[in-house]
């Protein structure tokens, strides 16, 4: 016999209750003064000074030559972009295609399927709220 509703619920975790997991590090990072979501957009940003790097680039030596970098590369930045989004930001739900081979459509029919496409992605736009 499965949960009746109107039943009161026994054990499990109270409402509230923090995860024992997460517990430890997030006691941590407020010990540290960090926010780690901040520490993201920051790098995000590429905010050097906010994140205590020296200069905004580096140069390394050596016997024949020096190169120089920046301290937060390009790709660190991309990627801590698209880890911030997934928490600013709904998922958008995939969009059921139809297969259209649009090479076969005249100009007009193939303008017409592209404006589809686009009436779409706006109307799940505004579903999602964004």
């Known amino acids: 016999m499965g949960f009746q509703p109107g039943h009161p619920k026994y054990g499990g975790r109270a409402k509230g209750t923090g995860n024992k997991a997460t517990s430890p590090v997030k006691q941590k990072a407020e010990e540290l003064g960090i ?6 957009l ?3 940003a590429g905010d050097w000074k906010s994140l205590g790097y020296k200069a905004e680039t580096y140069t390394v030596h050596s016997k024949d030559y020096s190169n120089e970098f920046l301290s937060i590369e390009p790709s660190t930045r991309a990627k801590a972009a698209s880890d911030a989004c997934q928490y600013l930001y709904p998922k958008l739900k995939q969009i ?11 100009i007009d029919d193939q303008i017409q399927e592209f404006q589809l496409g686009i009436q779409l992605l706006e109307e ?3 579903q999602n709220g964004s």
């Open 35 to 40: 926010d780690p979501f901040e520490v993201l």
């Open 42 to 44: 920051y790098f995000a």
């Open 96 to 106: 059921d295609q139809k297969h259209i081979d649009v090479k076969s459509l005249d």
């Open 124 to 126: 799940q736009k505004k």
